[in-house]
Each structure stands twice: as C-alpha cells, then as structure tokens.
C-alpha cells in the first residue's frame, strides 16, 4: 500500500521537491473580513447614497482632507472656513472641531503602504492581517514541507520509516 510519504526511488532530481499534507489543515469558518466591517457600521446605508459621507460631496472631502492633512492649526482652519470664499462653499463643518467630530464617525481605513510590525497582541495582530482585502484569498492553511531536491527527500523520509518501526515494536 502506498502512503502519502511514498516516493518514485528513481533518478535524483534538483530543484525544490514539495510535500503537501492535504486535510492537515481545515478551515472551519470564515471571519468577518475589513470590508465586512466596514459595511456592516451604522452608517453604510448612507454611503450607498453618498459615497463621501458623512461629508456631502467629492470637494467637501477634498477640503476636509486637505485642512486635515495640512500642517494648519485649529484656530488658522477656523479663520480659513470664517473667509467669505469658503463659507460660499456651504460646508457641512463651520469649524475646526466640527471637521474633526465629523472625521471621527469614519471607519478606519487600511494602509497600502509598507507596514512595519513591532510587538503587540499577536493574536490581535494575526485577525487584523488575516480580515485584510489584500490577503484574504491568498491564504492557505495546509501544510507542506520543501525539500532542495529529491535525494535528501528520501534520506528524510528513510529516517521517518526508522523511527515509526521503532514506535512500532514498542
């Protein structure tokens, strides 16, 4: 009978020789991934009507952005959004602590950017990878083992066969 460590004692072969474990590894259940999150906060029957909410339009977000990303301080975004100019504009916030309340009520958002990972909760850490739209279908769970090639495959797999006969006459 042939196992699933059995392999072809013929000709050695170079390059990476690959074991896999099939139903090793089981996933159970799916989680709740980023998006899934992201849809299911009190808010998403409004962004189905106005993807930029809870700002108004496209330019009320551009302008939100730019105040936030700017290097201004709350008092000169407060003397920007008093200019006749901008209150034209009818934004939605009059002032600096509106725009952040309103900035508040906004999902958080996942980076494209390189990431670099120091210690925290390693649980934590692992959900939060594994909920991401980036990765998620291109996990797998199943084990395997990479051999250089095929000759030292054997000498391993001769030592595995060893030591279950060992197990076996004890």
Not at 26 to 38: C, E, I, M, N, Q
Not at 56 to 71: G, I, Y
Not at 77 to 87: G, P, R
Request: proline share 6%; net charge negative; hydrophobic share 35%.
């Amino acid at each position: 009978m042939e196992s699933f460590m059995d392999v072809d004692s013929g000709e050695a072969t170079s390059g990476p020789y690959t074991i896999h474990f099939p139903g090793a590894g089981k996933v159970v259940s799916y989680g709740a991934t980023y998006l899934d999150g992201f849809n299911d906060d009190c808010f998403s029957e409004e962004r189905k009507e106005n993807l930029y909410y809870p700002f108004s339009s496209r330019p009320e977000w551009e302008m939100a952005s730019f105040l936030l990303s700017s290097s201004l301080s709350m008092q000169e975004i407060d003397n920007y959004l008093q200019l006749e100019l901008t209150k034209q504009n009818n934004l939605s916030f009059k002032t600096a602590q509106r725009l952040h309340e309103i900035t508040d009520l906004l999902p958080p958002v996942p980076t494209q950017t390189p990431v670099v990972l120091y210690y925290r909760n390693t649980v934590g850490v692992l959900q939060d990878l594994i909920k991401s739209p980036l990765i998620c279908n291109s996990l797998n769970f199943t084990p395997l083992q990479i051999f250089e090639d095929s000759r030292k495959l054997e000498i391993e797999l001769g030592k595995c066969r060893a030591n279950f006969q060992k197990e076996r006459l004890c």
